[in-house]
């Protein structure tokens, strides 16, 4: 079965700067998806990005970005020019290909952006 | 944009009773998901539904668990005799072939 890891349960950042969060997951797969889902305090799960793990290039959602690195199973996700907006629970997702193609989260990060 | 949409948005009810958690996912979508989150911990798959049956279910899906799609536009989840640890946010979601899923709000589920 497919894991998920955030090793962070909680980042800050300052608004403007620039916070990356991490992610590693396990699978034995070839063919699979990788998201960030971001959560505010409204509790709606917002899809922040994603990326097909035949793409070699990172994906990128304007302020949004990811690192992924499919040999060390690692998909972090870097945003830029911090807003205090961002301020959310971020989820790290994972869906196969093909089947019900559920999606396996991990933990969550917390991240608090200070003005 | 079109959205799914999940109701009531909090639901309290006393142990024992059943309760159904209604959504209405978006409308030309096929796949359609319910998930849990127990406050503080993570997102969990529960059942997934395709062509007007489940097509996986996770080990929290047991018997006191039951969806339906009665009339082709809602998608409900059915909790039969509920119990505490049943206090969760439910999610339903849904998507398009190949497509990322779309989440609703979510049902916050109290009980007593």
């Known amino acids: 079965a497919q894991t998920v890891t955030q090793s962070q349960p909680e980042m800050s950042v300052q608004e403007a700067e620039t916070v990356t969060l991490s992610c590693t997951y396990d699978t034995s797969e070839s063919d699979y998806y990788l998201f960030w889902y971001k959560q505010p305090p409204s509790r709606q799960m917002i899809l922040v990005i994603r990326q097909e793990a035949y793409k070699q290039q990172n994906a990128t959602e304007n302020r949004f970005s990811v690192n992924f690195q499919k040999a060390a199973k690692s998909f972090s996700l870097k945003i830029s020019d911090s807003q205090l907006g961002d301020a959310a629970m971020y989820f790290c997702?994972?869906?196969?290909?093909?089947?019900?193609?559920?999606?396996?989260f991990g933990k969550g990060t917390k991240l608090t952006v200070n003005p | 944009e079109p959205e799914v949409t999940q109701t009531p948005s909090h639901q309290v009810t006393q142990m024992g009773q059943e309760v159904i958690l209604r959504c209405v996912p978006i409308?030309?979508?096929?796949?359609f998901y319910w998930y849990r989150q127990i406050l503080g911990q993570k997102v969990e798959f529960l059942v997934s539904?395709?062509?007007?049956?489940?097509?996986?279910k996770s080990e929290i899906f047991d018997d006191q668990f039951s969806v339906e799609r009665p009339d082709g536009s809602n998608f409900t989840l059915k909790i039969r005799s509920t119990k505490l640890e049943d206090s969760a946010m439910y999610f339903c979601?849904?998507?398009?072939?190949?497509?990322?899923?779309?989440f609703g709000d979510g049902t916050r589920l109290s009980i007593l």
């Open positions: 997702a994972y869906r196969s290909e093909g089947g019900s193609e559920k999606l396996v």
């Open positions: 979601a849904s998507r398009q072939g190949g497509q990322p899923q779309h």
């Open positions: 539904f395709y062509n007007n049956e489940i097509s996986e």
């Open positions: 409308s030309n979508h096929l796949y």
